[in-house]
Each structure stands twice: as structure tokens, then as C-alpha cells.
């Protein structure tokens, strides 16, 4: 089976720098993704790693160690409007393609 | 561009009436089609997914059904609500190959009363 972890909460200042981690056990998988969700809202996507290493998109930036088994999301610049649920999951390896979802980790910027 | 519209984005239902939630996709064309729930503060639960026409695969025996009547077209229904059946809906579609985004439809927060 997979099981993905994600800290429940998290709190950041305003302009600061945030690091969202996410840890799995899985046999086998193909990418992971991050998605953000504002609260009452749908998941957008953020990013996507195959292979480790870290992938840059402006402010934020996703990172994969799969030897270590776990990524992270870095939030660079903190706005307020970043406040929310970031959810980390992975794509399976069964010919559905499906995503395997974490719980997700809020959080809160304070200014 | 390919879009994913669902709908109602609320709906207050009581205990024991039926339910149709519907979920449209533009721009695309035999996308895999996916129901998840989520409660407060939690996941997202896969319900259905479905990767064709007719074709509709559960993951969570419950009260709930799908279903796929045209290539863009995904419904969720049920006979008869229940209260735990409240929740955020989420409808989403995602290409069916290796290493693409899954989309989302604005979701429904669904109230059985």
C-alpha cells in the first residue's frame, strides 16, 4: 500500500520562507504533486517532480528525494494570500494514473 | 483550453432524498474522470473514477453511485441521503497517461439535513 504524511499545521510570517514536508512509504510510484487549496475552494496545481531534485516556479519551488523518501514544498516571499492547505500526493503506478492524496498541511501566515 | 465545469456549488438536501451532482469537461477528449470527498480539514477520498464511457470503478463501498453517459460527462447520485453524506465534492478530470495535473471542478458542498 501507500501512505503519505503531512505535517496538520504550520505558521509563517509574512515575507519569510516556509518549508511544507511531505514523507511516504510507497513500493513504487511514477511523479508527486503539490496542490493548493484555499479553504472552501478546489486544489490548483503547483508543481510536479519524476525525478529528485528541486523544481523552481517563481516563489515556489518542490523538491524529491526518492532514496529518502520524501519531498518538499518551499515557499519563498510569503504573501497573506498563501494562507491555505497545501496537498502533497502521488501518482501511482497502476495503468489508471491515479493520485494518491495526503491530508494536507495548513498554513497560516501571520503578519 | 480545457475547462471542467460542476454543479450546484451548494446544495442543502434532507436525510433520505436523492441526489444528482454533475460534471462536465470542454477541450478534451477521453479524459479519466474522478469523484472525490472531502471532509473538514481532511483529504481527498477517491469515490469513483472512471476512464471511459459506461466504465466506472468504486473505491469506497457507500451510499453513492456514478456514472458516465458521455465521454465528457461524469454524474454522482444517490438513492436515498444519508447525514454522513455531507462533505465537499470534488469532480476532476486528468489526461490518461504518466505525469499530468489532475483538474478540478469548483466543487459542492453538499448539507444533508
Known amino acids: 500500500g501507500q501512505n503519505i504524511d503531512q505535517p496538520t499545521e504550520m505558521t509563517a510570517t509574512e515575507g519569510a520562507i516556509v518549508q511544507i514536508n511531505c514523507t511516504y512509504q510507497t513500493s513504487g510510484f511514477n511523479g508527486l504533486f503539490w496542490y493548493q487549496q484555499h479553504a472552501g475552494e478546489a486544489p490548483t496545481f503547483l508543481s510536479y517532480?519524476?525525478l529528485d531534485g528541486l523544481e523552481e516556479k517563481g516563489r515556489f519551488s518542490s523538491f524529491l528525494s526518492r532514496s529518502k523518501g520524501y519531498s518538499y514544498l518551499l515557499l519563498k516571499e510569503l504573501q497573506m494570500k498563501d494562507s491555505a492547505s497545501y496537498l502533497c500526493?502521488?501518482?501511482?503506478?497502476?495503468?489508471?494514473?491515479?493520485?494518491?492524496w495526503g491530508a494536507g498541511t495548513k498554513l497560516i501566515i501571520k503578519p | 483550453s480545457q475547462t471542467i465545469h460542476q454543479w450546484p456549488a451548494t446544495l442543502v438536501q434532507p436525510v433520505g432524498s436523492p441526489l444528482s451532482l454533475e460534471c462536465t469537461v470542454e477541450?478534451?477528449?477521453?479524459?479519466?474522470l474522478y469523484w472525490y470527498r472531502q471532509a473538514a480539514g481532511r483529504g481527498l477520498q477517491l469515490l469513483f473514477y472512471s476512464v471511459g464511457i459506461g466504465q466506472i470503478s468504486s473505491e469506497v463501498p457507500q451510499n453513492l453511485s456514478a456514472s458516465r453517459p458521455q465521454d465528457r460527462q461524469f454524474i454522482l447520485s444517490s438513492k436515498k441521503l444519508l447525514l454522513s453524506d455531507s462533505g465537499f465534492y470534488l469532480c476532476?478530470?486528468?489526461?490518461?497517461?504518466?505525469?499530468?495535473?489532475?483538474?478540478f471542478g469548483q466543487g459542492t458542498r453538499l448539507t444533508v439535513v
Open positions: 477541450g478534451t477528449s477521453n479524459p479519466n
Open positions: 517532480n519524476v
Open positions: 500526493a502521488l501518482q501511482g503506478m497502476d495503468s489508471n494514473y491515479q493520485l494518491i
Open positions: 476532476a478530470w486528468k489526461a490518461g497517461r504518466m505525469n499530468t495535473e489532475a483538474f
